[in-house]
């Protein structure tokens, strides 16, 4: 496991992200939203391998913490008129995608996911099942990506990224404030803890947690940053002093396999992060029959933040905060 400690810790980088926005701190207004959901409840907080593990794996019935992203921006948008033909295009590596069909599909507009080569067929299997259109483009993230960006650009359809990049930033933001929702459970289910390890793909749910985490739990909390180390788009970031594209081989742990941070999340997390951490592909699939026997079973993307706990070398009373992000 690498680890950097952060020189940015409390003022965040400045070289080219000022006009950038920091993550939403206002987790009121997603929470307000989501009282309105039939399916929507929190998810439990557990205690397991000596470690608070909060467990994402039911949320709403789509199996990870993503589906409080893109439908939320999809259910706001949808309260400001009808999204009848209305087609959202994103690319993901699978979770974002699921979020985007089930708010598209619930109202009334059409989600066309772009995914890699290297995304599990599965994957593909269950957005179809939502009503969504599956394009498969690329051997990477960056090429879905590219695929999805030029069909928003060609037919005029509204990309709904849970990254973000320069002139980029509205709907992003706004997704990731989706994510708060579970964040303030967190600091509803535990008393502040002393250590948080939260895993990164390009930073939405790390970004989104450490923000509300530093604004209701104040400096005492240490905050780490996850990632694989063929995918370290905030570790090389933060090591360099300004946004850098990362290189890597592919990672198993595919919904981390990210190249680029997103912007809006580098800001907050260059400011509220205190280090970053890379683990191998070993690392990361070790924890998981650990977890299995503990009836938590998940993917080395789900699980990539217990694993780099459990790998620190932590004190005995050590309170952990970590999040179990998606199911097997």
Known sequence: MQFLENPYRGQGIDVGLRSVPSPSINSNAPRALLERCPVHHATPMVRALGLHIKDERGRMGLGSFKALGAAYVIANEAQQGSLDGRVYVTASAGNHGMSVAAGAKVFGAKAVIYLAKTVPSEFADRLRDKGADV???????????????????????????????????????????????????????????????????????????????????????????????????????????????????????????????????????????????????TEAADVLPKLAEQGLASSTSGAAGIAAALLSDLPNDAKVLCILSEGA
């Not at 948080?196 to 793909?201: M, P, T, V, W």
């Not at 939405?204 to 780490?224: M, V």
């Open 135 to 281: 394009v498969i483009e690329g051997d990477d993230y960056e090429a879905s990506m590219a695929g999805a960006l030029k069909a928003a650009k060609d037919k005029d359809w509204t990309l709904l990224s849970d990254s973000s990049w320069d002139d980029y930033f509205d709907l992003p933001h706004r997704l990731m404030e989706g994510y708060l929702a579970m964040a303030a459970e967190c600091t509803e289910q535990i008393e502040q803890p002393t250590h948080i390890f939260l895993q990164a793909g390009v930073g939405g749910l790390a970004g989104a947690c450490a923000a509300l985490f530093r604004d209701i739990w104040g400096n005492g909390p240490k905050i780490t940053v996850v990632e694989p180390e063929f995918a370290p788009a905030i570790f090389d970031s933060i090591k360099a002093g300004a946004f850098v594209s990362s290189t890597g081989a592919v990672s198993d742990m595919g919904r981390l396999d990210c190249k680029e941070a997103s912007l809006i999340a580098l800001k907050g997390l260059s400011r509220d992060a205190d280090a970053c951490v890379l683990i191998s592909e």
